[in-house]
């Protein structure tokens, strides 16, 4: 499976942001997704996640800001992003794990497949 992650950019505090991880090579709804960022000079961390079946998880930094949806037309799995603050400045990525246990949810080696990343800086 291919993980193409796009939607990244410059924007303002406060402005809103979407991001789009296009799923390749199996369906979407096979999979236990989430997104991850990481900062400059900082570790890769947890941001959001969906799993199939249904239930959503976020960090506290993003809770009632993010929103993470699949878009099973599309076979995609978005991020909205509001409020964004300039502490949010990081890549995305986007993962994939066909079998995932609740505790391991927000863990990187949960996840078996990676999309390439996209930016996203907020100015403030």
């Known amino acids: 499976v291919q993980l193409q992650a796009s939607g990244g950019g410059l924007v303002q505090a406060g402005d809103s942001l979407r991001l789009s991880c296009t799923v390749s090579?199996?369906?979407?709804?096979?999979?236990?997704m989430a997104w991850f960022r990481q900062a400059p000079g900082k570790e890769r961390e947890f941001v959001t996640a969906?799993?199939?079946?249904?239930?959503?998880y976020y960090a506290d930094s993003v809770k009632g800001r993010f929103t993470i949806s699949r878009d099973n037309a599309k076979n995609a799995v978005n991020l909205q992003m509001n409020s964004l603050k300039p502490e949010d400045t990081a890549v995305y990525y986007c993962?994939?794990?066909?079998?995932?246990?609740?505790?391991?949810?927000?863990?990187?080696?949960?996840?078996?497949?990676w999309g390439q990343g996209t930016q996203v800086t907020v100015s403030s």
């Open positions: 969906t799993r199939t079946n249904g239930g959503t």
């Open positions: 090579g199996r369906t979407v709804r096979t999979y236990h």
């Open positions: 993962a994939a794990s066909a079998t995932l246990i609740l505790s391991s949810l927000p863990l990187r080696d949960a996840y078996a497949y």
